[in-house]
C-alpha cells in the first residue's frame, strides 16, 4: 500500500533540491522553469544564490527542509500554524509590492523560510 504522506513529502523533496540546486548552481537549462516561480531581480538576490530572489531560495530550502522532516515523521501544527507561518511572507511581498516599502534580503530570507515550512506544515493538512 501506498503511503501518501511519504509520496506527497519525496515528490515536494525533489521538486524543492530542484530549485534549491537552480538558485546556486543556476544553470542555463533550468533557467525558465525558475523564471515561472521568480522575478529573478538580481537587486533582490544574494551574490551566492544568483538563480533566485532571497525569498523564493529560501522558500524552497524551507520546503525542502521541511517535506524531508515530513517524510520521516509527522510536522507538528495544525492547518492554523501553517497559514500563521506564511502569513508573513504574505504581509512582507505585498506590502512591498504594493509600494508601502523596500523589504531587505535578510526579512525576504526570513520570511520566505517561513513561508516554505508553512506550505508543509498546511499540507500535512491537520485541524
Request: glycine share 12%; proline share 6%.
Amino acid at each position: 500500500m501506498v503511503n501518501l504522506r511519504k509520496a506527497g513529502s519525496g515528490l515536494l523533496i525533489t521538486i524543492g533540491a530542484i530549485f534549491v540546486f537552480g538558485a546556486f548552481v543556476n544553470p542555463p537549462f533550468i533557467r525558465p522553469l525558475l523564471s515561472l516561480t521568480c522575478h529573478r531581480l538580481p537587486s533582490r538576490s544574494f551574490e551566492w544564490a544568483p538563480g533566485l530572489c532571497a525569498r523564493c531560495t529560501f522558500f524552497w530550502i524551507g520546503i525542502l527542509l521541511s517535506s524531508t522532516l515530513m517524510f520521516f515523521r509527522k510536522l507538528p501544527g495544525s492547518v492554523l500554524t501553517g497559514l500563521l507561518l506564511i502569513l508573513p511572507m504574505a504581509l512582507d511581498g505585498s506590502l512591498q509590492f504594493i509600494g508601502l516599502y523596500e523589504s531587505t534580503n535578510i526579512m525576504r530570507l526570513l520570511t520566505g523560510f517561513l513561508g516554505g515550512a508553512g506550505l508543509c506544515v498546511l499540507l500535512e493538512g491537520r485541524s
